[in-house]
């Protein structure tokens, strides 16, 4: 059992925690898994509309898989693009998440051969397809898409520079809840990893009595200055974001490893 | 036809925006009959043609089988430029983009010899090295006209994109660069020493406007194009990547008439005999080869 003074460090830790979490939250930031793929139906509903689409659809960049993942559609085929992955090297899609350029095609019906794969997937052949990069700080990030123009037999340059603007838009919007989903993930894991301790309950029922009254300690202004350190150091990078990950693991296997006093 | 609303980069080809040009003195004198035409007019012929994209689609019946070399650039950390060169005897296309540009200029060049410098790879990383990388090679290969309907968008890479583009304009080789269909700055079509295009609304091959004000100075064909694509097929596609070609595929013929002529020559060329430029002794351009 650990004694009263390494539980109270413990619980010190996991209360700034827990603040930080709360105070993200109270900050209408959205940290949950969920928010983002809301978010992500929000834009691609939206995009069907603005430009006159039966169809529209998002795929995020999987760097591991170095694919591409369909996350969110609308319109005809929506129940089985949702959940598809194509590989980067494949596809108009893949195309435009490789260059970073947009592409419009219209004609599609005339050679099904050249989105066979997706066709067969979906049942699904668009006449006319409008792909554009999303773009976070010049990287690619997704790729969105709207599909079958409805009144005109394609889609225009003026609707390209169009969705262009749109999807800077989506993608800053994108980006920033990821940012935010992954803050909030590895939060959670350390959090987590702190209630695992000797000292879990003791912790747990400090977190408990935490949230019943938030927001009453001045730390508060402080918890969001940190809060935004974690983000600025997730914006940073992949391994920016393994070494803030490190740095937590750390601090909860030291709290764990210190010594104790019977 | 003409739609009112246009977006920015290609406002300045539209009927009601293009400006006349004067071409004052002997500029006047230049004409598309000298710069290509005559019996039988110019083909490319000897000129070599580096189209960097996806690659290019070698037995498409849209190029002729005028493809006769390609390279594959791959990234490769281990090595000082971080990317190696991998011959491709018989090219072939990831996207179909690639045999779309090769196709457009092998309909106007149809002698021209096509070589496709593959710069895409099956992920990421390093794309903007590879695609420096095939820029190189096609430099260092003295290639005659490179075509790049690529961009990059990445203020990192504008002094490697600056330097090659210097290298290519001292080393007699003319690139042709598309403007990003995205309104952000492009590289290395921002460079004064490329041929940058926008797409404009017509679809005769040989009807390309000057625009004397950055960031674009050529207008050609790139909206609604019907261009070869993947497995032999063809598709609809609009885009400023399709405008590019139709340039690339002008300057191979003047190249190949007048192999004498530098890039800033060849340039001065296409201004001369551009749809919007006329004499001071008000000789108009016409929409047709001649």
Known sequence: ?262 | MSDPARPAWSSQFAADALRELPAIGPLGKITRAWAWGGAPPAAGQGVRVAVIDSGIEADHPAVGGRVRGGVIVEYDARTKTQVRFVEDKQPRDMFGHGTACAGIIHSLAPQAELYSVRVLGKDLTGKALQFAGGLRWAIENQMHVINLSLSTSRPEFFGLFHALADEAYFKNVLLVSAVNNIPAPSYPSLYSSVISVAAHEGHDPFTYYYNPEPPVEFGAPGIDVSVAWLNKSTIVSTGNSFAAPHMTGIAALIRGKHPELTPFQVKTVLFACAANTHSTRSRRAGQSRM
Not at chain 1, 16 to 27: G, K, P, T
Not at chain 1, 55 to 66: C, D, M, R, T, Y
Not at chain 1, 118 to 129: C, D, L, N
Not at chain 1, 240 to 260: F, H, N, Q, V
């Open chain 1, 1 to 262: 059992m650990g004694n009263p003074a390494s539980r109270a460090q413990e619980g010190a830790w996991a209360e700034q925690l827990q603040r930080l979490l709360l105070a993200i939250e109270a900050s209408g930031r959205a940290i949950l898994p969920s928010s983002n793929d809301e978010l992500l139906q929000t834009i691609v509903e939206a995009a069907a509309r603005l430009f006159g689409a039966a169809a529209a659809s998002i795929a995020l960049v999987n760097e591991k898989q170095q694919t591409l993942d369909f996350k969110v559609s609308t319109g005809i085929g929506r129940e089985q693009v949702v959940g598809m992955r194509i590989p980067l090297d494949q596809g108009i899609a893949g195309y435009v998440a490789m260059t970073g350029q947009p592409m419009a095609i219209s004609n599609v019906q005339q050679d099904p051969r050249f989105v066979q794969e997706t066709a067969e997937k979906t049942g699904y052949v668009p006449r006319s397809i409008l792909a554009m990069p999303l773009l976070s700080n010049d990287r690619v990030i997704g790729v969105i898409e709207v599909l079958d123009k409805i009144n005109a037999p394609s889609f225009g340059m003026q609707d390209m520079e169009l969705l262009g603007i749109f999807a800077r838009q989506a993608a800053i919007a994108i980006h920033s809840s990821q940012q935010y989903e992954r803050l909030g993930e590895v939060l959670l894991h350390g959090l987590q990893d702190l209630v695992n301790t000797e000292g879990g309950p003791e912790i747990k029922e400090a977190l408990d009595r935490l949230a019943e009254r938030p927001g009453e300690d001045d730390r508060a202004a402080d918890l969001m200055a940190l809060a935004d350190l974690f983000k600025s150091i997730y914006e940073l990078g992949e391994a920016e974001r393994k070494a803030g990950l490190r740095i937590l693991a750390a601090l909860a296997d030291y709290t764990r490893s210190r010594p104790r006093y019977a």
